[in-house]
């Protein structure tokens, strides 16, 4: 690749080593910018549509990082290499050009893809499967790239990694508070970050004008106030490269800190038309404007690169990742042995998570858990205060966004990370948590106080009645625990699942689940499988479904049931009630199979009906047209809360979540099961 070579002549020049730039070093870094700016106007008039405004500020920033930093996209992790954090995504088209200078795409394929349906080149940057290695998590929603880049950055620090970790900011973007997050954090972590690195692309220009004009904001004085070491870099004159390059290497040099450049840009730098436009913003050029702008970029020097040996038609030809060396083999984490409660013991599944957590970490190094300001809640107490484990705890206060970035960074550096919180402080951050689903980052999220009703006197600001709903049209599969016995075996399952899962429990205590024998149900040759159904108790009469801390309720009225009126009613728990695009994590066959052989089906759940477990079931047995006599026991739509202890809750008339009113609309059921076959 000509532009790929040409980088590699840069390095040769050792430019990070050098005080000075010479003349030959700045003009080979102007001709990767002009590279970049070119690919920036041609894509977006090609596809009619992104933000080259955005993109032109930027492409000094993403040249030098490019010729100097180490990148290696033939591998899929970022183990002893640098990583580079585009948070400002919507200037995407400056990166997808810089990709294609260093050879991991062709220019042609570019032009031809950008912002098509299933390519690489998306409109923000997208972690693909396929751009493992090379694009670390989706970004573009702002605000979550500085908390990826700690995480990662802290990660590194962790293995000994050498490698630096940078972040593009875009200078309205500063205004999120995840930001303010994020800089507390580099605060807190100052000396742990030393490898962090961000910049500030200050263009003075967003979508409704002047961000500082909006909302007045020192971003110098907020980061150096918060202990960062902070450098200011004009980027708007001739000696832009010089300045950079010094400040990028006194960056790299100075310890104790994590450090931000404040880069002077201007938006659409480079394009005379589109300089300092606030309208230009999200506007693509036309063919006209093409034209003029790529007169204004200039043609690069092709002569003086084939000096160097290089061939100008390399730069189209097509090169996916050449020497790509294929996905690493996922390390096996030790789960440690299975703990099991007896019968007769009501145990709180969010302390048990606790405890196996501790015991997972125990095991091993790769294990991280972050929390927010709930060190004394969750049976979290005994990894809180083991001193063994206080560099792999991270309490980050009540910065909940951030933190759930921080967590996805961790990941992406090859961690292990488990991200606990409660259920109503993790709606505050389902943004980010959205992003690292999406780019299918390996995070546990342990959420406790899950269920509304269970948390009755704090009343209707810390209930949650859709949690489901968090996840609907995600790629996380969601688990319900039923008590004690399977959190301990979930826990365990989970240190080597190898993808994002949430694991949601109550916050009060539970009886332990039985066999009709008295044992243990989730017992010690209890395995979990996301996709299989358990069945309680067996039965012929009708079936209850259910999960969570509902199942004792439902077992307690399924026994009595038999007990009073010899009914044998099959029970079956749906530890995974995940909805949207993870339908393949119910156990369909288990429901058709209880419709045919019961006739009867009774969905039992602490959570409102739409986007229900019991509304999902309800609809498929229709489209299947399968016609068991049917009802749901769920929360009303129209139901807001309110303080009361939880079974007083629960028992409201317009509710009926009680073992006594399972019972009866379970004999409803049946009656009517009755009545149908007897007037056949």
Not at 296 to 315: C, F, P, Q, R
Request: negative net charge; charged residues 25%.
């Amino acid at each position: 690749m000509i532009c790929y070579q040409l980088l590699e002549v840069i390095n040769i020049f050792h430019i990070n080593e050098k005080e000075n730039l010479t003349e030959t070093d700045v003009f080979a870094l102007k001709n990767l910018e002009s590279l970049i700016k070119k690919g920036v106007i041609e894509s977006t008039e090609r596809a009619g549509s992104g933000h080259p405004t955005s993109a032109l500020s930027s492409a000094p920033i993403i040249a030098t990082l490019y010729a100097t930093g180490n990148f290696n996209a033939n591998t899929t992790d970022y183990t002893n290499e640098d990583v580079l954090i585009l948070s400002k995504g919507h200037g995407a088209p400056a990166l997808y050009s810089a990709w294609c200078a260093m050879g991991y795409f062709s220019y042609n394929d570019f032009l031809k893809n950008f912002r098509k349906p299933f390519t690489f080149f998306q409109g923000h940057p997208a972690s693909l499967e396929k751009l493992k290695g090379i694009v670390p998590a989706s970004t573009g929603s702002l605000g979550q790239g500085p908390g990826l880049a700690e995480g990662i950055a802290y990660g590194k620090h962790l293995n000994s990694d050498p490698g630096h970790v940078y972040a593009i900011l875009g200078d309205a973007e500063c205004r999120e508070g995840s930001v303010f997050e994020a800089i507390m954090t580099g605060n807190k972590f100052r000396d742990k970050l030393e490898n962090l690195i961000f910049f500030v692309d200050l263009n003075h220009l967003g979508i409704g004008g002047r961000p500082e004009d909006m909302m007045p904001m020192d971003i110098k004085g907020t980061f150096s106030h918060n202990n960062w070491l902070v450098y200011n870099c004009d980027l708007t004159g001739e000696n832009r490269f010089q300045q950079l390059h010094q400040n990028l290497k006194e960056a790299k040099k100075d310890k104790g800190a994590p450090k931000v450049i404040i880069c002077e840009t201007i938006k659409g730098q480079g394009v005379c038309f589109m300089e300092g436009e606030q309208f230009a913003h999200g506007v693509a050029p036309n063919y006209e404007q093409c034209k003029d702008a790529l007169g204004e970029i200039g043609k690069i020097d092709w002569a003086l690169l084939k000096t160097y040996g290089y061939d100008e038609n390399e730069y189209t030809k097509y090169s996916w990742r050449k020497n790509y060396s294929g996905e690493k083999e996922t390390k096996q984490l030790d789960p440690g042995e299975r703990k099991v409660y007896p019968v007769g013991d009501a145990v709180s599944p969010r302390k048990t998570v606790g405890k196996t957590l501790h015991d997972i970490m125990m095991l091993n190094d790769e294990t991280t858990v972050s929390i927010n300001d709930l060190a004394g809640s969750g049976g979290l107490k005994p990894i809180c205060k083991d001193m063994r484990l206080e560099h792999r705890v991270f309490d980050l206060s009540l910065t909940e966004q951030n933190t759930m970035s921080f967590t996805g960074g961790l990941a992406i550096a090859g961690m292990r990370p488990y991200y606990y919180t409660f259920g109503k402080f993790y709606e505050r951050s389902k943004d980010q948590h959205d992003m690292n689903i999406k780019s299918g980052l390996n995070i546990k999220y342990l959420v406790s106080h899950a269920f509304g009703l269970d948390l009755g006197e704090d009343g209707e600001s810390h209930q949650i009645y859709s949690y489901l709903n968090l996840f609907t049209k995600s790629r996380c599969p969601v688990i319900m625990l039923a008590d004690a016995n399977q959190a301990d075996a979930v826990m365990r399952w989970s240190v080597n699942y190898p993808g994002p899962a949430a694991i949601m429990s109550g916050r009060d205590p539970i009886p332990i689940i039985s066999k009709e024998n008295g044992e243990p149900f989730f017992d010690l040759d209890y395995n979990f499988n996301l996709s299989k159904a358990d069945i309680i108790r067996d039965g012929s009469d009708a079936t209850i479904i259910t999960y969570g801390p509902m199942l004792a309720k439902a077992l307690q009225a399924r026994d009595n049931l038999k007990r009073k009126h010899g009914h044998e009613v099959r029970l079956i728990n749906f530890s995974t009630p995940s909805l949207g695009i993870h339908d393949k994590f119910i156990d369909w066959s288990a429901i058709f199979k209880a419709s045919k052989e019961t006739g009867a089906i009774l969905t039992v759940e602490e959570h409102i009906k739409d986007g229900s477990l019991g509304q999902k079931i309800g609809a498929k047995l229709l489209e299947k047209r399968i016609f068991p006599q049917f009802n749901q026991l769920a929360v009303p739509n129209y139901f807001k809360g309110t303080s009361g202890k939880p079974d007083e809750l629960r028992g409201l008339n317009d509710i009926g979540l009680t073992e006594g009113n399972i019972r009866k609309q379970i004999e409803i059921l049946i009656d009517k099961k009755s009545d149908l076959n007897s007037n056949e």
